[in-house]
Nanobody, 121 residues
Framework: VQLQASGGGLVQPGGSLRLSCAAS????????MGWFRRAPGKEREFVAG??????STYYADSVKGRFTISRDNGKVYLQMNSLKPEDTAVYFC?????????????????WGQGTLVTVSS
């Protein structure tokens, strides 16, 4: 699986962005998908995940209620609302072959190249 993330940019606090991740390959539906982020000077952290068929979603506490992950037709999305300066980071999409929830980097086998989100006035 090859992943290509896009949609990052500069947005003011309180604004919204929608990230997209396009997955190549015919086995997309067999992977749990996730979004991670790496803020400046920090380690990469889990943001959101979605099950193979999109029924189950789960989020880091820091984004719960503001971010929404979804998937459809070979793409996974991250809708980000009410953005805060602390959401500034490079965002990565990733694919996990595990059958259950996947929160850890080690659970994910394939990674996109990252897209930068900057929240600033």
């Amino acid at each position: 699986v090859q992943l290509q993330a896009s949609g990052g940019g500069l947005v003011q606090p309180g604004g919204s962005l929608r990230l997209s991740c396009a997955a190549s390959g015919r086995t997309f539906s067999t992977y749990v998908m996730g979004w991670f982020r790496r803020a400046p000077g920090k380690e990469r952290e889990f943001v959101a995940g979605i099950s193979r068929v999109g029924i189950s979603t789960y989020y880091a506490d820091s984004v719960k209620g503001r971010f929404t992950i979804s998937r459809d037709n070979g793409k996974v999305y991250l809708q980000m609302n009410s953005l805060k300066p602390e959401d500034t980071a490079v965002y990565f999409c990733a694919a996990s072959p595990l059958g259950g929830l996947a929160y850890r980097e080690i659970d994910y086998e394939y990674w996109g190249q990252g897209t930068l989100v900057t929240v600033s006035s």
